[in-house]
């Protein structure tokens, strides 16, 4: 079965500038989660959602960050301004259940 | 404030040893505990998980071991070999109490002939 897809791979912006990043889960899997994955760091959990709905959000900035999920399928986050400590790895997945949760490769931001 | 706790931060073994991570939980409603292992340049990849009703699972060569009344589950990794050098995280979640998957901040592990 496809994996989790995600693009772009890499981006490169200015600080202030805004940004979007796209994410296509595996087909069926009503779990979508964004993570932010600092260099050295574990992933850290910004939104998930059931379907199209959110669950959690908590530890989504969301002064500058949004999200949303279309028709419960692909999903774009958003970063607009943005700042120099937002340059991580941004990583989507999904899961059928709460559980198994399948990574794509993610997209590597760097805000300069 | 960190759910899922993970030690150590680095890991150096000698091929054919035996790699071992501890990671520790406070929050009672997590009940599924995968372990996953992240290349350099790669999204992390689920390689085993457990549950708390059982205090070990084993698959190949990886062992996630579990205790409950101490909160605490680890990763053994036998026979380490040097294609097993990656970063791992723990990660813990729970159905009841809408309890997403978190992660430790996981450990990097070098595997030398």
């Known amino acids: 079965e496809a994996g989790v897809a995600q693009s772009p791979r890499y981006k490169i912006i200015e600080k202030r500038q805004s940004v979007a990043f796209w994410c296509n889960p595996i087909s069926g899997h009503a779990t979508l989660y964004w993570y932010q994955q600092i260099l050295g760091q574990g992933p850290k959990l910004l939104i998930q959602f059931q379907n199209n709905g959110v669950v959690d959000d908590s530890q989504l900035p969301k002064d500058r960050f949004s999200a949303e999920r279309l028709k419960g399928v692909d999903s774009t986050l958003k970063i607009q301004p943005a700042k120099l400590e937002d340059s991580a790895v941004y990583l989507c997945a999904s899961s059928i259940d709460r559980d198994q949760a399948f990574f794509g490769q993610g997209t590597r931001l760097t805000v300069v | 404030q960190q759910q899922v706790k993970q030690s150590p931060q680095s890991l150096i073994v000698q091929k054919g040893g035996i790699s071992i991570i501890n990671c520790a939980y406070e929050?009672?409603?997590?009940?599924?505990f995968p372990w996953y292992q992240q290349f350099p340049g790669k999204g992390p990849a689920l390689l085993i998980a457990i549950r708390p009703d059982v205090s070990e699972k084993k698959e190949g060569r990886f062992t996630i071991s579990f205790n409950k009344s101490a909160k605490q589950f680890s990763l053994h990794i036998m026979d380490s070999q040097p294609g097993d050098s990656a970063t791992y995280f723990c990660a813990a979640s729970g159905n009841s109490g809408n309890t997403p998957l978190v992660f430790g901040k996981g450990t990097r592990l070098s595997v030398i002939a």
């Open positions: 929050n009672t409603a997590f009940d599924y």
